[in-house]
Structures are given as C-alpha cells and as structure tokens.
C-alpha cells in the first residue's frame, strides 16, 4: 500500500460538473489533497472500457491509504452485467468478510461503479470514509448496506464543511493535510438544498434586479412572489449559495438568511442578533437589541452583502415601523421571499415565481430516482408533473417517497394517483415526511385559497365543479355575474374592469391558479390542475347549501344554453348558403355563445367544396372541439376524389375515430377504378362492417368499367 494514494468515489454529474448540486466540489477536494503530496484518481480514469473497469479500479484502491466515498442523490451508472461476471470470478471471495452484507447484496446486480467503490475497498480491509449530502436519505438503502459494515456516514452541507470534516479524519493517514484556510465571507444559511434544479433564468433575473443601477439612498432589493408550494424559499437558497460561489465574490460582506414566518419587529431584533457571531461582532454580555444595533450597523455600513428575509407576510409586517428600525439598508442588498404580490414599496422590485416547467418538475424528480428519463417511465411521470400542475411542493414529496420505495414503479403510483386522488397524496407525505411538516398539499392549497377574495373563491369553486379538464371563460363569467347580480355573493367592479367577473378570473390567471388552454374567436377555456380541484371540491363539500347551490346553477345554465344553442343551430341550417351560416356562427360566438359540434357539423353540410369544408375542420380543432364522426363523413362527401377522400379516411384514425360503414360506402363512391375499390371493400370487412347492396353494386361496376377498359 502506498501511503499517499487516495481514490476519490463520487458520481461527477452530482459533485463535478457544472449542472451538478455541487460543482467543482471533487477538483476543489483533489487540488487540496494534491498540496499533501497525494496521488488522487477518480473513476473516469479507469473507464476505458466496460468490461474491465471494475478489475482496473479493484487494482487501484486496494493500493490507496484512503478511499473518500461521497453519497448524494444521484446513483450514478450501473456497473455492466459482464464486467460484474468478469470481476466476481477474479475475486471469488468478494465480501466474505462481511457475510450479511453479502446476502443482502445477492447477485450484485443493479449497483452503479460508484456504489462498487466503496465495496472494493471493504473487501480489501479499507475503511472508506463515507460522507453524504445534508437531510439527504434517497440512497437510504446503500448507507444501510455500508452501516452493516460500520461505516456510518457524516453529513456535510459544502465544500468548505466537507474538507473540515476530512482534516480530522485523515490526519493520522496522511499527516501532511494542509490547514484548512479560513473562509472571507461570513455566512449565516440554511443548508444547500441537493435537489434543487433547473431555474435558471429566474436565478438570472434575480441576480439582474439586484445589480441594477442603484439610486442614491435607495437600497437595492427583489422580493420574490408567489403562492405556497411553489418553490421561492428553495430558489432564494440556492441563489444566495451560487453567490459564495462566485467569481470574484459578488458579497464580500457576507451572504445571510432569516425566517420572517410571523416576525413582529421585536422578535426581527432577535433573529439579527444571532448574526452577530458569523459577523465576528463580539457577543459577550451582549443584549439582544445591542447585538441586533450592531448588526444592523455593520451590515448597513461594511461592504456589500446579501440578506434573505424569507417568508415576509404581507404589506403591513413590511411596513411596520419596527421593522424599519431594524431592517440594514445602505450596502445591505436584500432578497425576500413572499405570497403577497405587493408589499406597498415602490423602490421594491418585485419577481413573480411560477410553477416548474416540464423539464425543471423532470429534473426535480430525477435528483431522487435515476429512471425518470427511461422512456417506459415517460408518459406516466409527465402526467404526475400535470397532475401536480408543477407544484414544487408536492412533486419534492413524490421524489422523497418514490427514492424511499425503488421497487415501485411510476405507472403503478401514477394509477394509485389517479384513483385516490388527494388520500394518495396525503399517503404519500404521511410516509415521506416529517410528522411536523408544514408545507403539505393540504396546507398549502388551504393558505393559497383562503388568501383569495370571495367572488375569486366563487370561481374556483365553479371550475372545479365543470366537468371536464378544460373549462369555459364565458360560461365562469356568467355563472359569477349571475351570482353577483342576485346578491348570492357580494363583489366590486375595481377600476378600469368591465365586470366583476373579468377582473376575478384575469386575477386567478394572473396568479397562475387558472391557465389559459385555449383562446380563438370563437371559444376560450381555461384550466385547474388536478391538485387543485380535487382540494377546492373538498373545502366546498364542508357546506352543502354552498355545494347544492352550485350545482343547480351550473345545472341552469347548462340547459338554457342547451335550448339558446340549439335554436342558433337551427338558424345556421335555415341559412341560405355557407357564407350566410358562417356569419351566424360568428354572430352566435359575439352573443355569448359558444358553438359546439353540432353547431359546426350543421355549417360543414353548408359547405360548396371540400376546402371550405376542410376549413372548418380546422377552425373546430382550433377551438378545442373534436370533430365526430359525423363531421368527417361530411367531410368525405365534398372530397373530389379518391386520393382527398383516403386522406380524411386516415385523419379520422389519427383522431382515434373509427369509420363507420357511412365513411367507407363514401369512400367507396370516390373509387375510379376496381383496385380502389376492392381494397375499400377489404377494410370495411376488417373492421367487421357488412358492405351495404349500394357499395357491392358500385364495386361490380368498377369492376365491368375496368375489364371493358383493359379489354
């Protein structure tokens, strides 16, 4: 054994590279093991080819005088099939040493080369020193395997807490560690979040505001804004910890956090105060508000620095004069993360968060399990992300349970979803998260709710009440100014809106609650994510005189939109030609009523030619209306020939409706020759649709045109 070989055993993607939780974190360890005169290797160094890197690494740590084995959220590669063949038969008595942990490892199958490391050196008497990620447990299983060997894993939150970890360990190995110098940022923060992910342009953005040209006497701050769940807290934390690791050092004054949840200005005293410390204020028979002066003081008066004031309430706890007294201005730059969309500050800057993107939610989810990019997984994790709405909070805990159960699949927790809804949910978080937990889906849906306006709550109430995913815009408005018009709820049209309606639900789009599906002239739909209807049907259940009202209104208006459609229908059919119908259906779209399938199929039969036609095929699509059998049949009788008719033939397919024997004796029509015809006669029998007397007797006679013709 050569005392200065150490092999460092890490996943890159999650401790090296730049996209990683902790990037440069492995070169930053090497280059200071490199100062005590250590040969450092990594496993890229050994991975030439598959089959062999197990034999090659084995070669190499069973020669190191430290193994440093680094656990986080990602696995990394699963070590191949015939290298693990190859590698067991050159040492068969791999980990008898350790009996139990051989049993519970089996055939080996399934561990990544990284998990592999820290077995190797077992089996040849080493002791890796393990260290994992803080509050980190989404490789539970692996660190109980390495504490049945005894080698209990040691938290760390970064690099600079990692490499004082290791001074202590490894001292009596490698005698010659350099001290560790002390940091020249001071810094009070929460630990780094290892599943944060994605959010780039708004970490930009933030980072912007901040460095804007700054006014005279103005300090500069950005107050980050959005509902409960979303993920503000997360995006702030990590913002203030991508500053430590900036180059050059973007707040030499230090980089420090505080929890404003119910702050009164008295107790913001207390929490400056605990700054003082990191600050290298002296704290001997200091009393809190001296502490907290001081602070203030030096933050306000010494170079720039970055404090995160998280979860401030509203307007008036910003506003407090108290607050006022005891919030640094001057060089401090503040971050605050908040629900309210106002904070009453002109001179604040405000950012609104939204909900994650489809490939931030994926990569969210990926941090905790490795197989959300395998394509069997696909669909169903994209229609958790949909269900979820992108709701930070909620898919944290799905990532949390789903790493803690690895045999369970996606598509069976995605059906588990589906069928039990909210029970799953709360299932879910009651085994995923701590008894104390504040931010579970109830809570946060509850916060976000009961924070709204009455006539805002009434339109909630209403969407999730609409069948379908998708909902009207016309029909929510109506069914509100109804209710405001009879004094059932109560509302104020604010100024520069022409309804109380349209200023409650552009507020709920505005706040991301409802989003716009889809928008053309003659239909707008909006829509709720599931999360949120199922909680909003629940709080209206608690009241079933709110619930039953509800109900009949909708009920109502269903049916006298039913009749008034029904005669704007009537109208269209009466129309002299297309062009007549087509301003009816234009006109029925103005008057407030929304066309339907019927609406459109009594304009199709209207239609002169089959690019009108067609045309209005794309216009019902266009407003998210699918056009029926019926529709397409229309369709098929204006094509002008065989070749127009087969195209629509395979659109209806596309849209998943099956041909009727109408559309095939239509088809059938179209044929110019027997070949055509035969064939229409062939599908039609296998799709177990008897050919009617009129389409045998068309395809007898393309068959005698064509003899006479090849005669």
């Known amino acids: 054994m050569k005392s200065n070989r150490v092999f460092i055993s890490c996943v890159s993607s999650e401790f090296e590279r730049e996209t990683g939780a902790y990037p440069g974190l492995r070169s930053k360890l090497r280059r200071y093991l490199t100062k005590a005169e250590c040969e450092v290797k990594v496993q890229e160094e050994f991975r030439q080819t598959e089959v062999d890197t197990l034999e090659k690494l084995d070669h190499y740590i069973r020669t190191c005088a430290a193994v440093i084995h680094l656990v986080g959220s990602e696995f990394g590669s699963v070590a191949d099939a015939t290298a693990v063949e190859t590698y067991l038969k050159s040492e068969p008595k791999f980990l008898d040493g350790f009996p139990k942990l051989k049993a519970d490892l089996g055939d080996f199958s399934g561990l990544s080369y990284t998990q592999w490391e820290a077995f190797i050196a077992l089996h040849h008497g080493l002791k890796p020193f393990v260290y994992r990620t803080a509050a980190d447990d989404v490789q539970e299983f692996h660190l109980e395997r390495l504490i049945e060997a005894r080698r209990h894993a040691s938290p760390f939150s970064d690099a600079e807490d990692l490499l004082g970890q290791l001074i202590g360990d490894l001292r009596h190995i490698i005698p010659d560690l350099p001290a560790l110098p002390s940091s020249q940022v001071p810094r009070y923060l929460p630990a780094r979040n290892p599943h944060f992910r994605g959010r780039e342009s708004d970490l930009k953005r933030v980072g912007e505001l901040l460095a804007e040209s700054k006014t005279i006497g103005i300090t500069q701050q950005v107050a980050v804004f959005a509902s409960g769940g979303v993920g503000k807290s997360s995006l702030a934390l990590e913002f203030a910890w991508e500053s430590l690791a900036a180059d050059p050092v973007e707040f030499p004054g230090g980089v420090f956090w505080v929890d404003c949840r119910d702050r009164a200005g008295a107790s913001l005293c207390d929490a400056l105060s605990v700054l003082a410390e990191p600050l290298g204020i002296p704290t001997e028979n200091g009393e809190t508000e001296t502490l907290s002066r001081a602070v203030e003081q030096r933050l306000a008066a010494g170079p720039p620095n970055l404090l995160v004031l998280d979860n401030v309430n509203d307007e008036a706890q910003w506003k407090d004069p108290e607050w006022a007294k005891s919030v640094p201005a001057g060089n401090c730059h503040r971050l605050i993360t908040t629900r309210a969309e106002d904070l009453g500050d002109h001179w604040l800057k405000m950012h609104r968060l939204d909900v994650l993107s489809g490939p931030d939610a994926r990569a969210l989810l990926r941090s905790y399990r490795n197989d959300v990019d395998m394509g069997v997984n696909g669909d169903e994790i994209d229609s958790i992300i949909d269900w979820f709405g992108g709701l930070a909070i909620g898919l944290t805990v799905v990532g949390i349970y789903m790493a803690g159960h690895r045999r369970l699949g996606w598509a069976a927790y995605w059906r588990d979803l589906q069928s039990r809804k909210l029970v799953a949910v709360r299932t879910t978080e009651d ?280 005669g």
């Open 431 to 710: 085994q995923a998260v701590p008894v104390d937990y504040s931010n579970r889906a109830d809570a946060v849906i509850d916060d976000l709710f009961f924070s709204l306006l009455e006539t805002e709550q009434r339109v909630l109430f209403y969407a999730a009440t609409l069948p379908g995913e998708d909902v009207s815009e016309r029909w929510l408005r109506n069914l509100l100014d109804e209710d405001v018009r009879f004094r059932h709820i109560t509302g104020v049209v604010p100024p520069g809106y022409d309804s109380v309606s349209q200023a409650s639900i552009e507020c709920l789009m505005d706040r991301g609650i409802l989003r716009l599906s889809i928008s053309t002239p003659l239909r707008k739909t909006l829509f709720l994510h599931q999360v949120i209807r199922e909680r909003i049907k629940e709080i209206m259940s608690r009241n079933q005189r709110l619930k039953q009202h509800i109900s009949q209104q909708i009920r109502r208006h269903a049916v006298r939109n039913y009749h008034l459609s029904r005669q704007w229908t009537q109208a269209i059919l009466e129309a002299t030609d297309f062009d007549a119908g087509n301003l009816l259906l234009e006109a029925m779209a103005q008057a407030n009523f929304e066309p339907d399938v019927f609406s459109f199929n009594t304009l199709l039969s209207k239609a002169a030619d089959y690019e009108s036609a067609s045309g209005v095929i794309e216009r019902m699509t266009e407003a998210g209306i699918e056009p029926d059998v019926v529709s397409f049949n229309t369709l098929l009788s204006k094509a002008a020939d065989y070749e127009s008719a087969s195209g629509v033939i395979e659109r209806m397919t596309e849209a998943g409706i099956e041909p009727d024997v109408v559309s095939f004796t239509t088809l059938l029509s179209k044929a110019a020759d027997y070949e055509s015809a035969s064939g229409v006669i062939e599908r039609m029998t296998e799709a177990e649709l008897s050919p009617t007397l009129s389409a045998s007797t068309r395809c007898s006679r393309r068959r005698r045109t064509t003899s006479r013709r090849s």
